[in-house]
């Protein structure tokens, strides 16, 4: 029984000193981003995703599917297996780029792209065998 409840005190004392992951210090600057980017997918989904991704003889090419304004592309590759694979690219519409730049893996897809000053969001998915 003595036992028992020196492991529980020392439970409760290793649980009130270690500092929590689950709460950020700028939580508040973290929600006002997830409400901007909220907003930018709905702008997206509204315009029916008017950017369009499409892998061609080895090249990903990034196209309007609408006669948008398009400016100021930015595109995010996170892969989820390896994240020294992730990419950044600054990009303009009708501009593409070699796929053998992206290790094999699945990627996460976030088009960042402003269109009359009003930022959207696209996301989508590509495995690069």
């Known amino acids: 029984m003595i036992t028992f409840v020196l492991f529980i005190g020392y439970m409760v004392f290793v649980i009130t000193n270690e500092s929590s992951e689950?709460?950020?210090?700028?939580?508040?600057?973290?929600?006002q981003t997830l409400d901007a980017d909220m907003a930018a997918l709905q702008r997206a989904e509204n315009a029916k995703n008017p950017v369009e991704m499409r892998q061609e003889l080895g090249l990903l090419h990034f196209k309007s599917k609408q006669n948008l304004p398009i400016e100021k592309l930015h595109v995010s590759f996170m892969c989820y297996n390896d994240k020294r694979g992730d990419l950044e690219l600054d990009l303009k519409i009708g501009n593409s780029f070699p796929v053998a730049q992206l290790?094999?893996?699945?990627y996460a897809i976030e088009l960042r792209y402003q269109v009359n000053g009003k930022t959207?969001?696209?996301?989508t998915s590509?495995?690069?065998?």
């Open 22 to 31: 689950l709460i950020a210090e700028d939580y508040y600057e973290q929600e």
């Open 120 to 123: 959207y969001l696209q996301r």
């Open 103 to 106: 290790k094999k893996g699945n």
């Open 126 to 129: 590509f495995l690069r065998k």
